[in-house]
């Protein structure tokens, strides 16, 4: 089992940023990948990004890139998602999630956070 507690979200204004962070207890955190998925009010759930075990290979959908950063520091246990030149469009609930081996892909993911807002506002 794989605990996830995202933290971090908040009320922001169009153009600013943010960091999320999603700290993972049990079992071993470095040998999962990890993503991070939004849904907004009335929307289905959107994968965001990705980051393998090491980090070394990432996936971002096409909306983000450019914006959105996903890191990991493992010695911490904790997977990240810097977020810049924020869009009134990027407000939803985020949230992290883990899976056994990384992909591009969104399904596969075994264990999921509860989640935190992002509000941006115009």
């Known amino acids: 089992q794989v605990q996830l507690v995202e933290s971090g979200g908040k009320l922001v204004q169009a153009g600013g940023s943010l960091r999320l962070s999603c700290a993972a207890s049990?079992?071993?955190?470095?040998?999962?990948?990890m993503g991070w998925f939004r849904q907004a009010p009335g929307k289905e759930r959107e994968f965001v990004a990705a980051i393998s075990w090491s980090g070394g290979s990432t996936y971002y959908v096409d909306s983000v890139k450019g914006r959105f950063t996903i890191s990991r520091d493992n010695a911490k246990n904790t997977v990240y998602l810097q977020m810049s030149s924020l869009k009134p469009e990027d407000t939803a609930v985020y949230y992290c999630?883990?899976?056994?081996?990384?992909?591009?892909?969104?399904?596969?993911?075994?264990?999921w956070g509860q989640g935190t807002q992002v509000t941006v506002s115009s």
């Open positions: 999630a883990a899976r056994q081996a990384y992909s591009d892909h969104d399904d596969g993911y075994d264990y």
């Open positions: 049990g079992r071993t955190f470095s040998s999962y990948a």
